[in-house]
């Protein structure tokens, strides 16, 4: 399967979202699958290997800036990560007006890690102390949506990977 990266230019500069969208064969029920990963080395022999990553990368922050953004997105499970967090009851205590709301929202999954399940793990051993641990997040969204509101997303996603199936295999670039 061809596997495709952000490799296209005009002229020097990079192609937007929605032109790489438009250049592919894509149907209206198509999505487009973000993905946001970052790591940390950590000490993983006392556990404490997920708080450090939590702590030392930016994968919270982003996944609570796009949840909070309005953007039309959901999990891979088809549920809106917002209302993840509202059926678990985690919002509860926010102040309305407070303008807080994406720390808030950073902070509720941070502190729920294992509950809201919208952040993977994976710890690579060194040895029996040392290792690395990357967050990974991935949301889902309308091609459709994407492609009329480009500049939003590609704003919100700045920094992500974008990834769709086309032509017969998956087209994967940063935004």
């Known amino acids: 399967m061809p596997h495709f990266f952000n490799t296209y230019t005009n002229k020097g500069k990079a192609v937007s979202l929605k032109n790489n969208l438009n250049n592919l064969d894509l149907t209206n029920n198509s999505t487009v699958t973000f993905t946001y990963e970052d790591g940390t080395d950590v000490f993983h022999f006392n556990e404490t ?14 996944l609570a800036s796009v949840t909070t953004s309005g953007l039309n997105i959901s999990t891979q499970y088809g549920e809106s990560p917002i209302e993840v967090l509202r059926g678990r009851e985690l919002l509860e205590g926010y102040e309305r007006g407070s303008f807080a709301f994406e720390e808030f929202v950073a902070e509720a999954i941070r502190d729920n890690f294992y509950d809201v399940e919208l952040i993977e793990e994976s710890t690579e051993h060194y040895d029996h102390k040392r290792g690395f641990t990357t967050l990974t997040t991935t949301v889902v969204a309308p091609v459709e949506d994407v492609i009329s509101d480009s500049l939003s997303y590609e704003t919100t996603f700045s920094g992500w990977t974008a990834e769709v199936d086309a032509n017969g295999g998956k087209f994967s670039f940063e935004v």
């Open 49 to 62: 290997h997920v708080d450090t990553a939590l702590s030392e990368t930016d994968v919270v922050e982003r």
